[in-house]
């Protein structure tokens, strides 16, 4: 076999990738939760690994396998995914692609909740979840790189850039899941790269490919940032 001895551009980097959705209990056996596969988030973290980064990868419940060369995480909740990536800092980078359950309910029941003829549904009391990437983009150990996503239906660009401003973040990857997007859980996608510099529109292509030009430009936007 033949060696290879290209310079891996991350090699050194540590990189902290959220990925999948949060699970967000309501009793033993019910839950809130986005969809989300997963397989975007785990593309990338293999993808920065194959860079040579350190990757951890902070995972919520997904049915697909923990990437290869990568030091996984498993989280359940919101709070359990901030708590996790808090701990992994100081890092070199972040890239936040979870699908985080914006809501929880206040309470999780100890037990099943029945249904009681009569009594119609329970009254669940929701509370917001901490922003993990907001959190993150402002904190006193921020890394010198923290990216994004923006899940959209509408006003794509818009939103992103609100997010990229109220986030603290250096780059937004926006995509469509309109139901036209037909993102959610396939095996492409199409994304726009939002900055302060502007909007890099990315044609359509699978999500490994995504995760590889992401991980090269994360590489590149590393080069020159100062740690
Ligand atoms: N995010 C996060 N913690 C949350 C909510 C979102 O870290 N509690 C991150 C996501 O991982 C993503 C980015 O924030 O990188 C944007 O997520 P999105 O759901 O699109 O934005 P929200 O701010 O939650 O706004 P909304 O769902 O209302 O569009
Ligand atoms: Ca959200």
């Given amino acids: 076999a033949l060696l290879d001895i290209r310079p891996k551009p991350l090699a050194g980097r540590k990189i902290i990738v959220t990925s999948g959705p949060t699970h967000e209990p309501i009793d033993p056996v019910r839950y809130i939760a986005n969809r989300s596969s997963g397989k975007q988030g785990h593309a990338i973290a293999a993808a920065l690994a194959r860079l040579g980064a350190d990757v951890r990868l902070v995972s919520g419940p997904v049915g697909i396998a923990d990437p290869a060369e990568v030091t996984t995480l498993h989280v359940e ?56 990437l907001a959190g993150v983009g402002h904190h006193r150990k921020r890394p010198g ?34 139901h036209e997007g037909g993102v959610m859980g396939g095996d492409r996608n199409k994304v726009r790269i939002v900055s302060k510099a502007g909007v890099d529109e990315w044609p359509e292509m699978s999500k490994d490919e995504v995760a590889t030009r992401l991980a090269t430009l994360i590489a590149e936007r590393l080069k020159t940032v100062v740690v």
């Avoid at 119609?120 to 979840?129: I, R, S, T, W």
């Avoid at 994004?148 to 469509?176: H, M, S």
């Fill in 77 to 132: 909740t919101a709070n359990e995914m901030k708590d996790a990536v808090e701990q992994l800092l100081p890092a070199d980078a972040a890239v936040f692609v979870a699908a985080v359950a914006d809501w929880r309910s206040e309470t999780s029941a100890g037990e099943k909740i029945k249904k009681v003829a009569g009594e119609g549904p329970p009254a669940l009391q929701m509370v917001e979840n901490p922003d993990i």
């Fill in 145 to 178: 790189l923290v990216v994004g996503f923006a899940a959209e239906t509408q006003d794509l660009v818009r939103n992103a850039e609100a997010k990229l401003r109220k986030k603290g973040a250096d780059f937004i990857v926006a995509n469509d899941v309109s």
